[in-house]
């Protein structure tokens, strides 16, 4: 036998050995989830399309998602793979980092594509949420959405249903919930398996500490969906509905024409005083609000005056703006001991809290006003709003207010292209509440739909 036949040999010797022992790794992978696992973390029987696991955070979402991949690959039932998380950092951080941990050595990620090679030649691509047009010319047999409530650009989804088209195609969804239209049409659709949950199921293997800290939001809307991971219905009578909020978000604003920083300040510094409202918000170039930036918490004068100067600075506000009736010149005061240079505006004004914040509740209604990001604290606020008993903590809700009223958006009309410009104007409901007028709009509080015609004093906009 020659040298290069010898060395032929060899090298099959040690690919047959490798691929033994990735086979052997593989199997212990697979063999220590199916002990760890609880039973709801395993793939479910049955003819299921969707598996859509609801959970809280903490449960083991991802890693239940990134373990039912590698389970469904081991077993020869997907061979092209999609993962699509919110973001490329999530994507990579979270996502296939889950997916590399769950499979082992037998695959490999190629990161300046998101391209994944598993051992036994199945093909996984990454994709973001923020590429609507990603998946236009795959096609998939699996699909992982990972945070799909979380998404910026929901259509991604029904762009993924187009390319999930080859034999036995499924796919998997884990999430924190969120009351959209979308995650309830998936919901509600018969070839779904829902798996629910909450963090406290997976208590064994989180931080104690973390566990005792949740103890705040116990009780709360944000507590409910977060850590017990329901599926909320919007509240009777609230000015701001959820679906408002998720339906006009955004990845990033227009160009700006305006910017102001808004300020609440506590009353009292000690642990059960309130939070200190702080909210960026912005006027578009196309008349729409966009809400910036939640900087609220407790903290003392200094500590809230300089947050709320380097947000000026970072985001080149026009002015800090405030309340005096909540704080007199004090505000004034501090923000000038921080930063002379910076405009403080004081908004004064004698309506309650709910005539002050009904109109920016109609600007929300009517797609004015977009949120940049997710806003969890200030977004339970709005749609927990209980202002006309003054009920629980508005910090933030009070903030955004005073923001939003500063800049305006009634004064811009924006017209619809070839629509005639429908008018609108506050409509008395004959339960006593008063909301934008449009034809036939149902009433937030009682439901009770408006007239077909409103012929009263108007504002000219569409909205």
Known sequence: MNLRTQIAQARRQLASQARTLSRSLDVGRAAAWLATARPEQLLPPGPWRTWFIRAGRGWGKTVTGAQAVATLVRAGLARRIAIVARTEDDLRNVAIAA??????????????????????????????????????????????????????????????????????????????????????????????????????????????????????????????????????????????????????????????????????????????????????????????AFVLADLSGRMGPDEWARRAAHAARFWGADALVAEPNN????????????????????????????????????????????????????????????????????????????????LELGASAVDEPGVIPWQYGVWPCVCGHPFYWKPNRPCPKCGTPAAATYDAPINRSTG
């Not at 990161?111 to 093909?123: E, K, S, Y």
């Open 327 to 406: 704080g007199g010149d004090l505000i004034r005061t501090v923000i000038e001991g921080v930063d002379s240079t910076l405009r403080y505006k004081a908004i004064r004004s004698s309506a309650s809290k709910v005539r002050r914040a009904e109109p920016i509740a109609g600007w929300y209604e009517l797609g004015r006003v977009h949120h940049v990001d997710r806003f969890d604290l200030l977004e339970d606020q709005l749609v927990t709003a209980n202002l006309e008993h003054d009920e629980g903590p508005n910090d933030r809700l009070d903030a955004l207010v005073l923001a939003l009223t500063e």
């Open 99 to 288: 997916l590399q941990d769950a499979y082992g050595p037998g695959l490999h990620y190629y990161p300046a594509t998101h391209r994944l090679v598993f051992a036994n030649g199945a093909i996984g691509f990454g994709f973001s949420a923020g590429q609507p047009d990603g998946p236009r010319g795959y096609e998939f047999d699996l699909v992982w959405f990972d945070e799909l409530a979380a998404f910026p650009n929901p259509e991604i989804y029904d762009q993924f249903q187009f390319a999930l088209r080859m034999p036995g195609a499924r796919q998997i969804i884990t999430t924190t919930p969120r009351p959209t239209p979308l995650i309830r049409a998936i919901l509600a659709d018969p070839t779904t398996h829902e798996t629910t949950g909450r963090t406290s199921d997976n208590a064994v293997n989180l931080d104690r500490g973390s566990l005792v800290s949740y103890g705040q939001y116990e009780g709360t809307r944000l507590g409910r969906q977060e850590l017990e991971g329901e599926l909320l219905d919007e509240l009777d009578g609230g000015l701001w509905k959820a679906s408002w909020i998720d339906g006009n978000r955004v990845m990033a604003p227009p160009e700006l024409v305006r910017t102001v920083v808004a300020i609440d300040p506590a009353v009292g510094t000690g642990r059960g005083s309130h939070e200190v409202g702080i909210v960026v918000a912005a006027k578009g170039i196309d008349g729409h």
